[in-house]
C-alpha cells in the first residue's frame, strides 16, 4: 500500500518563503494527476496547484506567481515552493496523487504571521 508524507510546513511571517515536500513510501504508476490542497480554519479544501493530463499545471488564481508546484520522480517526490507568504495562506497544505486509487497525505499546518 502507497503512503504520501508531508514535510516543510510551520511558522513564517508574512513575506517568507517555505517549500513543502511530498514523498510517496513507493512508486505509484500510473499517474493521472497529482498535487496540492488546502484548508483553512472554517473553509473548504481547495485545489492550490496540480499537475494534470497533458503536462499541463493549474494554479489557483490566489498563489499564481508566488507558488511552484514541481517533482522529481526519481525520489518519488513532489514540492510546492511557496514565496511572499500571506497570511490567508494559513492551511493545512494536503499532498495528492490520483492513480488507480486517490491517495492523500496526513497534511503539514502552514502558519504564516503578520
Known amino acids: 500500500q502507497v503512503q504520501l508524507v508531508e514535510s516543510g510546513g510551520g511558522l513564517v511571517q508574512a513575506g517568507g518563503s517555505l517549500r513543502l515536500s511530498c514523498a510517496a513510501s513507493?512508486?505509484?504508476?500510473?499517474?493521472?494527476?497529482m498535487g496540492w490542497y488546502r484548508q483553512a480554519p472554517g473553509k473548504q479544501r481547495e485545489l492550490v496547484a496540480a499537475?494534470?493530463?497533458?503536462?499541463?499545471?493549474n494554479y489557483a488564481d490566489s498563489v499564481k506567481g508566488r507558488f511552484t508546484i514541481s517533482r522529481d520522480n526519481a525520489k518519488n517526490t513532489m514540492y510546492l515552493q511557496m514565496n511572499s507568504l500571506k497570511p490567508e495562506d494559513t492551511a493545512v497544505y494536503y499532498c495528492?496523487?490520483?492513480?488507480?486509487?486517490?491517495?492523500w497525505g496526513q497534511g503539514t499546518q502552514v502558519t504564516v504571521s503578520s
Open positions: 495528492n496523487v490520483r492513480g488507480r486509487m486517490n491517495y
Open positions: 513507493t512508486t505509484i504508476f500510473p499517474i493521472y494527476s
Open positions: 499537475f494534470f493530463s497533458g503536462g499541463g499545471i
